[in-house]
Nanobody, 117 residues
């Protein structure tokens, strides 16, 4: 079984910064990618940033230049540095881990990021 845990959410003013952390543990055969998704009230979950084992990163257009994803393969961990936060970044942020030959999805429970104007 695989456990995924996020931390680092909170309340911040517009223009501020937050750093989210994610750690995966348990019976992890081989992590293919780690990423962050978010879901705002009344909206669908969307990809924010994803990074592969080879450190190739992909970002949503709305966060390019403001967010940076990084990964520590040895610790099965990833971080999302969020700068210049906007009220529209307010959402529950979920860590996603894809692992194994079938790229199985594992999700954390989410952490709330609330950006006030």
């Amino acid at each position: 079984q695989v456990q995924v845990a996020e931390s680092g959410g909170g309340l911040v003013q517009a223009g501020g910064s937050l750093k989210l952390s994610c750690a995966a543990s348990g019976n992890i055969l081989s992590i293919k990618s780690m990423g962050w998704y978010r879901q705002a009230p009344g909206k669908q979950r969307e990809m924010v940033a994803v990074i592969t084992t080879g450190s190739s990163a992909d970002y949503a257009d709305s966060v390019k230049g403001r967010f940076t994803i990084s990964r520590d393969n040895a610790k099965n961990a990833a971080c999302l540095q969020m700068n210049s936060l906007k009220p529209e970044d307010t959402a529950v942020y979920y860590c996603n881990v894809r692992a194994g030959l079938m790229w199985v999805n594992y999700w954390g429970k989410g952490t709330l990021v609330n950006v006030s104007s």
